[in-house]
C-alpha cells in the first residue's frame, strides 16, 4: 500500500512539483545575485514544514525554533555553492535534516519536551470520535494525552527510524525523496518506515486497532 | 466461567497509526510565534553576514552582540537620535562610497541623512563598513548600528542593502533608520 501511494503521489504531483522546483530556482538564482527579498520568500514558503519536521524530531518547540533558524541561516550562507543538481527543497530539507539530528545526538541525555499548541480544528474526525467516547466528551483532555502519547512514542524510535516516519506520514514525502533527503537507498527508506511503524502500532497499543 | 466483555455498539473503530500521525499535523505554532520567530532570524543572519566580514567590524559588532543593551534592546530604545551627513566625492566622473559622519559619539542609535543616492552606485559601495570603520577610528562611536527590518543581501551582507535603500529614498534628504533594535 505504501509503494503504490508513493508511485501515485509522485504521478500526481509531477507537475506540481516541476513547477514549484522551477519557481525556486528563480528565487535562488535572485538570491544569488543579491536580492535577499528573494530568500525571505523562500524562507516563508519553507517555514512551516522546515519546523514542523525538526519539531516532530526533537519534541522541543524552542529547540525547533532555533534548529529552524539555523538550518536557514546555514542556507543563506552556503546558497552561492547550490548548483541546482536536487531541488531547493530537498537540500534545504537535508541540511535541516542534518542540523537536527546533530543536535538530538549531541543532546541524546539532554532530552526536555516542549510541546506545541494543538490546533482543534486540525483534528481528523476519526480521532475526534474517539476520543470523545474514550474520555467520556472531555475533548481536550484526550487530545492532551493523544499529543503526549504520540511524541513519547516518536521519541522512543531512533532519530533515523523516526525520521523517515515524520518525513513519510506527517510531511507526505515520498520513498525518493526521502532516500535524497537522508543520502540513503530507497529500500533502507522503506525498511526502516516498515520497523518503525511496527513499534509505534506496540507503543500505541491502547488507540490501535 | 470467565465473563467475556460484549463489543459496544456505540464504540468508534479504533485508529490505525497513520491516522494517528496526521494528528501531528494539528500541532501548530501561532501568528505570534511566526512574528518572533522572523524578528529573531534576520537578527542571527545579520549576524551571520557580519561575521563573513573580517576584521573590526565583526569584532565590535561581537562585542555590541554580547552586551547588555542587546539583551534588552527594543524599537522602543530607538530613541538616541544623531544626524549625519553623506559625503559624495566626485572625481572625474565617478561617485565614491559615500560615507556616514556622525556628529558626536553615540551608544546606541543612529539616524543618517543621506542625499539621493543613484542606486546603481550606491550598491556597489561599501557604505555600511566603511561608515563604521570611519567612526570607530575617529572615536565617534562605540556600539554598531543596523537597519530596522533589515533583510540580507546574499553576498554581500548588509552593504547593498543599506545602499539599495539610500538609492531608493530617490530624493535629497532621505533619512536612513538605523537601531540597535533591528
Do not use: C
Not at chain 1, 543536535?103 to 519536551?113: A, G, N, P, T, Y
Not at chain 2, 566625492?89 to 565614491?96: I, Y
Request: hydrophobic share 40%; net charge positive.
Amino acid at each position: 500500500m505504501a509503494f503504490s501511494r508513493a508511485v501515485g503521489q509522485t504521478v500526481e504531483t509531477e507537475a506540481l512539483n516541476t513547477a514549484q522546483i522551477d519557481e525556486d530556482l528563480a528565487l535562488v538564482r535572485s538570491v544569488q545575485e543579491g536580492d535577499s527579498r528573494a530568500f525571505d520568500a523562500l524562507t516563508r514558503k519553507y517555514r512551516e514544514r522546515i519546523f514542523s519536521i525538526v519539531y516532530n524530531i526533537t519534541a522541543n518547540r524552542e529547540d525547533a525554533a532555533d534548529l529552524t533558524q539555523e538550518a536557514f541561516i546555514r542556507a543563506f550562507t552556503s546558497i552561492a555553492r547550490f548548483k541546482g543538481k536536487s531541488s531547493f527543497f530537498t537540500w534545504l530539507y537535508r541540511i535541516a535534516v542534518n542540523a537536527t539530528l546533530s543536535h538530538v545526538k549531541r543532546h541524546r541525555m539532554r532530552r526536555f519536551f516542549s510541546f506545541e499548541n494543538i490546533n482543534e480544528e486540525m483534528a481528523p474526525t476519526e480521532i475526534v470520535e474517539v476520543l470523545a467516547h474514550k474520555h467520556a466528551g472531555d475533548r481536550s483532555a484526550g487530545l492532551s494525552e493523544l499529543q503526549e502519547k504520540l511524541n513519547e512514542a516518536l521519541q522512543k524510535l531512533s532519530p533515523k527510524h523516526r525520521t523517515v516516519v515524520i518525513l513519510f506520514e506527517i510531511e507526505g514525502l515520498n520513498h525518493q525523496e526521502i532516500a535524497q533527503i537522508m543520502k540513503t537507498s530507497e529500500g533502507t527508506v522503506r525498511s526502516r518506515l516498515h520497523y518503525a511503524k511496527q513499534e509505534l502500532q506496540a507503543f500505541l497499543q491502547d488507540y490501535v486497532k | 466461567m470467565p465473563q467475556v466483555r460484549k463489543p459496544d455498539q456505540n464504540e468508534p473503530a479504533a485508529l490505525s497509526v497513520e491516522q494517528l500521525l496526521r494528528f501531528k499535523k494539528a500541532e501548530q505554532p501561532s501568528q505570534a510565534f511566526w512574528d518572533e520567530f522572523e524578528r529573531k532570524m534576520h537578527q542571527r543572519m545579520f549576524q551571520a553576514a557580519l561575521e563573513r566580514r573580517p576584521g573590526t567590524f565583526r569584532r565590535v559588532f561581537t562585542a555590541f552582540a554580547h552586551s547588555k543593551l542587546f539583551a534588552y534592546a527594543t524599537p522602543a530604545t530607538a530613541a538616541v537620535i544623531v544626524f549625519g551627513a553623506v559625503v559624495m566625492s566626485p572625481e572625474s566622473g565617478n561617485v565614491t562610497a559615500p560615507v556616514a559622519t556622525l556628529a558626536r559619539s553615540v551608544d546606541m542609535v543612529v539616524q543618517v541623512k543621506a542625499p539621493a543616492l543613484n542606486a546603481a552606485t550606491a550598491s556597489q559601495s561599501s557604505f555600511v563598513s566603511d561608515s563604521l570603520q570611519m567612526n570607530l577610528d575617529n572615536g565617534n562611536f562605540r556600539k554598531v548600528l543596523a537597519a530596522v527590518d533589515m533583510p540580507f543581501a546574499s553576498q554581500s551582507g548588509s552593504t547593498r542593502y543599506v545602499a539599495d535603500r539610500l538609492g531608493e529614498q530617490g530624493r535629497a534628504g532621505g533619512v536612513l533608520f538605523a537601531s540597535t533594535s533591528f
